[in-house]
């Protein structure tokens, strides 16, 4: 079945330092891909997406592009924040039998030092 | 607009006891679904609703049941508690089915079963 696979955690860096947290996919058809945030103590919420391949997703200084030669979505940010530190998933979307599932990755704590 | 809502937000049960967790949307999204999340494991898709009247399981739903009586509500009932089922709950909705939408979720409920 599909599935997602991302970078063990947890991820610890000074301000300013440039951030790559890694995603692999396996799916069969043409997903969507997607990385959610989860700030402590509260819900997901979207920080990017890209539907199709050589899409480029960004959001709030964070890009990923969907490769799918490589079958990797990698989040990117030039620069981090302290205000950055929080949980980040990989996901895929794809229809199966007419519903649309999220399949998720395990999830990459960050936590950025000032 | 309170997007998804969720209650309670913790709950502690004992072995066996059964309960409803509650999940409410107010943006008129056909689509909804249950996820629950384990450390190191992501989100897995508990049940889900294409809409009223229709659930269907997802990748863990036993132990769980569902019901969708109106486009609004979706709550979820675990009938008899057991251990395996102390985890973080996440009700989420989305406005389509198609694979490329955003879900949005709730804050959550954590649950403890002793």
């Known amino acids: 079945g599909d599935s997602v696979t991302q970078m063990e955690g947890p991820v610890t860096l000074s301000e300013e330092a440039f951030l790559t947290i890694n995603c692999t996919y396996t799916?069969?058809?043409?997903?969507?891909l997607f990385w959610y945030v989860q700030y402590p103590g509260e819900g997901l919420q979207l920080l990017l997406k890209?539907?199709?391949?050589?899409d480029k997703g960004s959001n709030k200084g964070f890009e990923a592009t969907y490769r799918k030669e490589t079958t990797s979505f990698h989040l990117e940010k030039g620069s981090v924040q302290v205000s950055d530190s929080a949980v980040y998933f990989c996901?895929?979307?794809?229809?199966?039998?007419?519903?649309?599932?999220?399949?998720f990755g395990q999830g990459t704590r960050l936590t950025i030092n000032p | 607009n309170a997007g998804v809502t969720q209650t309670p937000k913790f709950q502690v049960l004992k072995t066996g006891q059964s309960m409803t967790l509650q999940c409410a949307q107010d943006?008129?999204?056909?689509?909804m679904s249950w996820y629950r999340q384990d450390p190191g494991m992501g989100l897995r898709l508990i049940h889900y609703?294409?809409?009223?009247?229709?659930?269907d399981q997802g990748e863990v739903p036993n132990g769980y049941n569902v019901s969708r009586s109106t486009t609004e509500d979706f709550p979820l009932r675990l009938l008899s508690a057991a251990p395996s089922q102390t985890s973080v709950y996440f009700c989420?909705?989305?406005?389509?089915?198609?694979?490329?939408?955003?879900?949005?979720f709730g804050p959550g409920t954590r649950l403890t079963v002793t």
């Open positions: 989420a909705s989305s406005y389509d089915e198609g694979s490329s939408y955003e879900q949005y």
């Open positions: 799916a069969t058809g043409y997903p969507s």
């Open positions: 890209a539907t199709k391949a050589d």
């Open positions: 996901a895929l979307s794809s229809l199966i039998q007419g519903a649309q599932k999220l399949v």
């Open positions: 943006m008129n999204h056909e689509y």
């Open positions: 609703s294409v809409g009223a009247g229709i659930t």
